[in-house]
């Protein structure tokens, strides 16, 4: 399969825990998004790398987030002393820098719920 | 970013046509019109996206008013796999991230 691949697909966790998704985009998509999802809503916009650059934090993103993606290719995403509002549907996406259409390859997410 | 408005809900048959609509009147000459679609507990998933001109692929079509501030995602014949949710977005051609900003969509049902 050479799509963008996550893990864990699901993850449940204590208030306070820390967790670490990771996303593996396709494989020299250069651009790489994380999104959020909670129940009946849309996905929203976390964060943006080009390369091993991260360019654009939303500002959900409080400080027990941090997102990197050290060589360029895989990224994670830590949640430090989890809430329980933090359970949500976590998406990672890619795409081509050199392709101009704006498509998005999602994974299926990670699922993460906090007790 | 320019704003998308789509009914929450719509309903059809199995093997009919289906016209989702989007209303987006504050599009700007820079923005493309993108649609994607979510089935259960996967994530979204590219349909369709154009300019200015009507446009076709495998999976649907996409009519765009003269003045582009509606459009209509047309599946020519529904199945029941075609039961999602379906997002209308405006992605502006800029520099930067060019995220797309998801409404909350039109949650599509097929009855058999």
């Known amino acids: ?115 | 970013d320019a704003k998308t408005t789509q009914p929450n809900s719509m309903e059809s048959n199995e093997e009919e046509p289906v016209h989702l609509p989007c209303n987006h009147s504050t599009i700007s000459g820079t923005d493309y019109i993108h649609w994607y679609r979510q089935l259960p507990s996967q994530g979204p998933e590219y349909v369709i996206h154009g300019l200015t001109s009507n446009v076709n692929n495998r999976m649907a079509s996409l009519a765009i008013a003269e003045d582009r501030k509606s459009s209509t995602l047309i599946l020519h014949r529904a199945t029941l796999r075609d039961a999602a949710v379906y997002y209308c977005i405006l992605r502006a051609i800029i520099q930067g991230a060019q995220k797309l900003v998801f409404g909350q969509g039109t949650r599509l049902t097929i009855n058999p």
């Open chain 1, 1 to 115: 399969d050479t799509g963008v691949s996550q893990d864990p697909r699901h993850k449940i966790t204590k208030r306070g825990q820390n967790v670490t998704f990771r996303c593996d985009p396709i494989s020299e998509h250069n651009r790489l998004y994380w999104y959020r999802q909670t129940l009946g809503q849309g996905p929203e916009f976390l964060t943006y790398f080009q390369n091993e650059a991260q360019l654009e934090k939303s500002r959900l993103l409080s400080d027990r987030f941090s997102a990197e993606r050290p060589k360029g290719s895989f990224s994670t995403l830590e949640i430090q002393r989890t809430e329980q509002g933090d359970s949500a549907m976590y998406l990672c996406a890619s795409r081509p820098g050199s392709a101009n259409t704006g498509e998005l390859f999602f994974g299926e997410g990670s699922r993460l719920t906090v007790l």
